[in-house]
């Protein structure tokens, strides 16, 4: 069975740009989670999505969005980029409405010059 | 809210010495720990987990036990081997069922 793949691996944007990051989840999961990691603030959770329903939400500016599309995969948009925004985001899958146990991809790197 | 606190890092050991990360927890309700692991360019795998209270999770050699009374998760390896150098994270996930994470701990085996 295929992990969680996440594309692009690298991305290089500059300030007041949008990016988009790409998700598939396990086939068969159907939550998938979006978190962010940086070395001053470490992993942080952005949002969750089931089913194509956001369900949970971290403390992140608008400016971060998502959604997922009817057969799982999965999207982060981040609009006008700051500086901080780099950093490497992590797309994690489960299965069913269990969310214990998570999957995570390779992650995707973005720097924001 | 809830939060997970780790013991500081980086840590150094030589080949086959005993290992313990520590980790603490704050949480609401009946938290399910973790212990993430994350190797150089690469993402977050699942190294052990435990649900309830005395539950002891292991894998690869590693081992942790959920104590509820000292609300811990210590990670443990009797031997360590080279291949083992990573990060190492604590989790736990309860309520509203998102993963917190400790600050992690960077782990080097010396050969």
């Known amino acids: 069975k295929a992990g969680v793949t996440q594309t692009p691996r690298y991305l290089i944007k500059t300030r007041g740009q949008q990016v988009t990051l790409s998700c598939s989840p396990i086939?068969?999961?159907?939550?998938v989670s979006w978190y962010q990691q940086t070395p001053g603030q470490g992993l942080q959770f952005l949002f969750e999505?089931?089913?194509?329903?956001?369900?949970n939400k971290g403390n992140f500016p608008g400016r971060f969005s998502g959604r997922q599309f009817s057969n799982s995969r999965s999207e982060m948009n981040v609009s006008t980029l700051e500086l901080g925004d780099s950093a490497l985001y992590l797309c994690?899958?489960?299965?069913?409405?269990?969310?214990?146990?998570?999957?995570f991809g390779p992650g995707t790197r973005l720097t924001v010059l | 809210g809830n939060s997970v606190t780790q013991m500081e890092g980086p840590v150094t050991l030589s080949e086959e010495a005993f290992l313990t990360i520590n980790c603490t927890y704050t949480a609401t309700g009946y938290p399910s720990l973790f212990w993430y692991v994350q190797y150089p360019g690469e993402g977050l795998q699942l190294l052990l987990k435990a649900t309830k209270a005395d539950d002891k999770g292991s894998n690869k050699g590693f081992e942790a036990t959920y104590r509820k009374e000292t609300t811990s998760f210590h990670l443990e390896k009797g031997s360590v081997q080279v291949s083992d150098s990573a990060v190492y994270f604590c989790a736990l996930i309860s309520g509203a069922q998102k993963l917190v994470f400790g600050q992690g701990t960077r782990l080097t085996i010396n050969p």
């Open positions: 999505y089931f089913s194509e329903t956001q369900r």
């Open positions: 994690a899958s489960s299965q069913g409405d269990s969310r214990l146990e998570q999957f």
């Open positions: 086939s068969g999961h159907r939550s």
